[in-house]
């Protein structure tokens, strides 16, 4: 080959390299007087321009981290990438990110995990089924609730669980643990006698009809109202991790029953991130909705004390069985903290407490709605034990996420 040929094929290569992939740095800064741990860092691939197949992100010192990429929207490509990362008091850290367009994204530690399944009738216990799936649609009618294992889709962390019931009331339930660690795979929710003996963790709240933790239902004015007349509805796990899960509810044709007002098309994305107990609810719709009114809040656990500001932040902790009164053999009683924390822009009034729920009406919303929830167990060996401290956490969570790290 003579060097014209040569020169021709490194220019080739080099161009077709530099194609191949993007590099650049980014910073990431945290405003806040207090530590962070367990930091989300979340960009939004679209405006780099490449077909993203593989990424590679590293710290300051050039070490690689564990990093995630996600398509949302299930058209193959993916459209976000996260990592996380503990920061200091006003600290600023640096990384690169390498994005390819060529690859396959490595393979990193899981620390979430997420599962749905149908119930097997050949498994004749009901603590271990086999049959996962990742989404299941049903019409106007149909109710999945006891053909699903676990009644809906769970997922964790090494700290918190969570599961959302697959029918009409789509609450938010959690699952406590005693120490830190994956558990799901394992007890899939229903841990048996060996496991609890061997210090699994188990289902700690009774949710029944109400509000459960941080559940959105429909308002009619005066009372809260279930998701009944929905046309279509689709539960999925979006993403399993390594980082962070993503569990997703479409409710398709909802009747609100806000008085005089439209069906609408609701997405509802509850998203865990690795380290912490907290989980982000963020809510689209088809439309702007700036007049229609939901609610959402925490159940009213017997025996619990109220925290709040007024302004969205709300918590409680008490104790109450974690089963209905006819199933609590074999349990005991569960003493819980719960929070919720919704910006003051979508509150429209905190109602009184009632015998089941400490409710929200909220609403003021454009085409989306955000807000998160959180809880402990007085299990955990990790955690908080009580209402001071649990209250004293909640504060200090709301100061977090008003002010978010920056990213540039």
Same mark, same amino acid.
């Given at each position: 080959?003579?060097?014209?040929? @040569?020169?021709?094929?490194?220019?080739?290569?080099?161009? #077709?390299?530099?194609?191949?992939? !993007?590099?650049?740095?980014?910073?990431?800064? %945290?405003?806040?007087?207090?530590?962070?741990?367990?930091?989300?860092?979340?960009?939004?691939?679209?405006?780099?321009?490449?077909?993203?197949?593989?990424?590679?992100?590293?710290?300051?010192?050039?070490?690689?981290?564990? #990093?995630?990429?996600?398509?949302?929207?299930?058209?193959?490509?993916?459209?976000?990438?996260?990592?996380?990362?503990?920061?200091?008091?006003?600290?600023?850290?640096?990384?690169?990110?390498?994005?390819?367009?060529?690859?396959?994204?490595?393979?990193?530690? $899981?620390?979430?995990?997420?599962?749905?399944?149908?119930?097997?009738?050949?498994?004749? #216990? /009901?603590?271990?089924?086999?049959?996962?799936?990742?989404?299941?649609?049903?019409?106007?009618?149909? %109710? $999945?609730?006891?053909?699903?294992?676990?009644?809906?889709?769970?997922?964790?962390?090494?700290?918190?669980?969570?599961?959302?019931?697959?029918?009409?009331?789509?609450?938010?339930?959690?699952?406590? !643990?005693?120490?830190?660690?994956?558990?799901?795979?394992?007890?899939?929710?229903?841990?048996?006698?060996?496991?609890?003996?061997?210090?699994?963790?188990?289902?700690?709240?009774?949710?029944?009809?109400?509000?459960?933790?941080?559940?959105?239902?429909?308002?009619?004015?005066?009372? $809260?109202?279930?998701?009944?007349?929905?046309?279509?509805?689709?539960?999925?796990?979006? /993403?399993?991790?390594?980082?962070?899960?993503?569990?997703?509810?479409?409710?398709?044709?909802?009747?609100?029953?806000?008085?005089?007002?439209? !069906?609408?098309?609701?997405?509802?994305?509850?998203?865990?991130?690795?380290?912490?107990?907290?989980?982000?609810?963020?809510?689209?719709?088809?439309?702007?909705?700036?007049?229609?009114?939901?609610?959402?809040?925490?159940?009213?656990?017997?025996?619990?004390?109220?925290?709040?500001?007024?302004?969205?932040?709300?918590?409680?902790?008490?104790?109450?069985? $974690?089963?209905?009164?006819?199933?609590?053999?074999?349990?005991?009683?569960?003493?819980?903290?719960?929070?919720?924390?919704?910006?003051?822009?979508?509150?429209? #009034?905190?109602?009184?407490?009632?015998?089941?729920?400490?409710?929200?009406?909220?609403?003021?919303?454009?085409?989306?709605?955000?807000?998160?929830?959180?809880?402990?167990?007085?299990?955990?060996?990790?955690?908080?034990?009580?209402?001071?401290?649990?209250?004293?956490?909640?504060?200090?969570?709301?100061?977090?996420?008003?002010?978010?790290?920056? @990213?540039?």
């Amino acid at each position: 080959m003579n060097k014209r040929l @040569i020169t021709i094929a490194a220019i080739v290569a080099i161009c #077709s390299s530099a194609m191949a992939q !993007k590099s650049f740095n980014i910073s990431v800064n %945290n405003p806040s007087k207090t530590e962070r741990k367990a930091t989300p860092v979340v960009l939004n691939l679209d405006k780099y321009g490449i077909n993203v197949k593989a990424a590679v992100v590293t710290n300051s010192a050039g070490s690689e981290i564990a #990093s995630q990429l996600d398509d949302l929207n299930g058209d193959g490509r993916y459209d976000e990438l996260c990592f996380i990362t503990d920061m200091g008091k006003k600290e600023s850290q640096s990384f690169n990110v390498k994005l390819l367009e060529q690859g396959k994204q490595k393979e990193y530690k $899981p620390q979430v995990y997420a599962e749905m399944l149908l119930s097997n009738k050949k498994i004749k #216990s /009901s603590n271990k089924q086999d049959l996962y799936i990742s989404s299941l649609t049903v019409d106007n009618g149909t %109710n $999945p609730y006891n053909m699903l294992h676990h009644h809906g889709p769970a997922f964790e962390n090494d700290m918190v669980g969570y599961r959302i019931y697959f029918d009409h009331r789509q609450t938010v339930d959690i699952y406590g !643990k005693y120490r830190k660690g994956l558990e799901l795979k394992q007890t899939q929710f229903y841990p048996d006698n060996e496991q609890k003996a061997a210090g699994f963790g188990d289902d700690v709240l009774w949710v029944g009809q109400t509000l459960g933790l941080g559940t959105l239902r429909g308002w009619n004015g005066v009372s $809260p109202q279930m998701l009944q007349d929905v046309d279509h509805r689709t539960l999925r796990i979006v /993403s399993r991790g390594p980082l962070r899960t993503i569990v997703e509810v479409i409710d398709e044709g909802w009747n609100t029953m806000n008085p005089g007002k439209e !069906k609408i098309d609701m997405t509802t994305r509850y998203t865990l991130y690795a380290g912490r107990r907290d989980c982000f609810v963020d809510i689209k719709f088809n439309k702007p909705v700036p007049t229609y009114q939901f609610v959402t809040g925490l159940i009213n656990v017997k025996n619990s004390v109220e925290h709040s500001n007024k302004k969205g932040l709300r918590g409680c902790w008490g104790t109450d069985w $974690p089963v209905s009164e006819k199933d609590s053999a074999g349990h005991k009683r569960e003493t819980v903290g719960l929070g919720i924390y919704i910006p003051a822009k979508y509150v429209i #009034s905190e109602q009184p407490s009632n015998k089941d729920n400490y409710p929200y009406v909220i609403g003021n919303a454009t085409d989306e709605l955000h807000y998160n929830i959180t809880f402990c167990s007085d299990n955990e060996s990790f955690g908080y034990h009580s209402s001071k401290e649990w209250f004293q956490y909640l504060d200090a969570w709301k100061e977090e996420l008003e002010l978010p790290v920056v @990213i540039k």
